[in-house]
């Protein structure tokens, strides 16, 4: 596979800084967390209610025991924690197959992420990495959702709203790069940070 048409190693003349995106930054860290809490709460309230809305008691009919409300929650939060890493990776994974080159991962306060640091991506690469996760976790969290009933279809739920809060920073990207920014374009991502770049040969900078 020729992957040099996926990405350039330096940046070429003519191209020109035209967006920051910086999750990483406390401003825009705490709006896209807010944006998050907004999406997972909608979308989980109108599974909820198209699922569960005859009959919300069916939800949460466990065995009755405390503990098996405990080992639902726990079971959850282990959920949730390997999703978080399995969506890095599936970034990952197509940032490697489309350039082969040094990936970067990490946690901060406001984002987990996963970048190609040392390279300017294209607008094909940059949005096939961004949406990967983003359409592999929507079927997967779904599919059981529809399928199951009672209490794991509400997991799975959970599972699913949150995740699609949670790659509000991922669509946003893919907002600017199939709506805003037009013409020939390069990407940056270092992980919490996507700087874009156009060709602009008129441009004097
Ligand atoms: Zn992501």
Not at 67 to 88: F, Q, R
Not at 121 to 143: I, M, Q
Request: charged share 15%.
């Amino acid at each position: 596979m020729d992957r040099s048409k996926n990405f350039a190693r330096e940046l070429p003349e003519g191209y020109r800084l035209i967006k920051t995106v910086d999750a990483g930054e406390k401003r825009l860290g705490i709006l896209m967390n807010m944006g998050a809490a907004v999406l997972s709460t909608a979308v989980g309230a109108a599974g909820f209610f198209l699922k569960f809305g005859k009959n919300p008691g069916s939800s949460v009919t466990f065995g009755g025991s405390i503990w098996v409300v405990e080992g639902a929650l726990l079971g959850l939060l282990a959920c949730l924690i390997a999703y978080l890493v399995l969506h890095e990776l599936t970034h990952g994974i197509v940032y490697k197959i489309l350039t082969g080159e040094k990936l970067t991962f990490g946690l901060k306060l406001t984002c987990a992420y996963c970048g190609v640091p040392d390279i300017y991506v294209t607008r094909k690469t940059a949005l096939l990495s961004l949406l990967a996760p983003f359409t592999v976790f929507s079927v997967a969290f779904l599919v059981p959702f529809v399928l199951l009933s009672g209490p794991l279809s509400l997991g799975f739920l959970i599972l699913f709203a949150l995740h699609f809060g949670g790659c509000v920073g991922d669509l946003y990207d893919t907002f600017l790069l199939l709506f805003r920014l037009k013409g020939k374009l390069l990407m940056r991502d270092t992980g919490p940070k996507q700087t874009f770049y156009v060709y602009d040969p008129t441009d004097p900078a």
